[in-house]
């Protein structure tokens, strides 16, 4: 038992030097509260719905400033009215995000970071109504993320917001945009 201790401090160990390199690579996940704010009043309500995303990211550092993309998988969505469930999608989501060390100490960093997102639209889940068809949400969009974030030695937390752009198609009687609140946990392993 106290080998597998002993063993198991020192990777953490060496993970935590690797964490202090300018490139970094880990694995994050998290929890994300999602709402459609849309024209369709009649069709949907601005409540919010929770899901969970997980992927990995790269960060590469140049003094204060860092560029760090990063890929997770991702569902999105909100409530309908009473007259269906909601409407649900799974995305592959793509950040490019540029951010900024405002403490960057050794074992602790404090940061501001902000970029596009691609998302990708893998499957969606929604009950018909009327003339809403789920084929009109589109196969991919762009949205806008914005956050801060603290590095304590080799975890990273950050909290975030997306404010996507129309995730319908540009002939459908809708336009909507996804707001998503994102709290998520990483650890760096390089």
């Known amino acids: 038992m106290k080998k597998i201790l002993i063993s198991i401090f020192l990777l953490l160990l060496t993970v935590g030097l690797y964490s202090q390199s300018p490139f970094n690579i880990g694995l994050k996940f998290g929890t994300n509260s999602s709402s459609l704010i849309t024209n369709a009043d009649d069709f949907f309500e601005e409540s919010e719905v ?4 997980a992927g990995a990211f ?3 550092g140049l003094g ?3 560029l760090q993309p990063e890929v997770y998988f991702n569902t999105k969505g909100g ?3 009473a007259t269906v469930s909601n409407l ?3 995305t592959i989501d793509v950040p490019i995000l540029l951010g900024i060390n405002l403490i960057n100490k050794p074992i602790f960093n404090f940061r501001l970071f902000g970029g596009p997102v691609l998302s990708y ?3 969606t889940e929604a009950s018909e109504i009327l003339d809403f068809n789920i084929n009109e949400l589109k196969d991919n969009y762009i949205g806008i ?3 801060l974030g603290f590095d304590l030695w080799f975890v990273t937390i950050d909290a975030r917001i997306e404010n996507s752009f129309n995730i319908f198609i540009d002939d459908s009687n809708y336009s909507a945009s996804n707001r998503i609140y994102l709290i998520s946990a990483g650890i760096k392993l390089f």
Do not use: E, I, K, P
């Open 50 to 53: 929770n899901h969970y995303f």
């Open 58 to 60: 790269v960060r590469a």
């Open 64 to 66: 204060r400033l860092y």
């Open 79 to 81: 409530d309908l009215t």
């Open 88 to 90: 649900s999608y799974q």
């Open 121 to 123: 639209v893998t499957s």
């Open 145 to 147: 993320q914005a956050g």
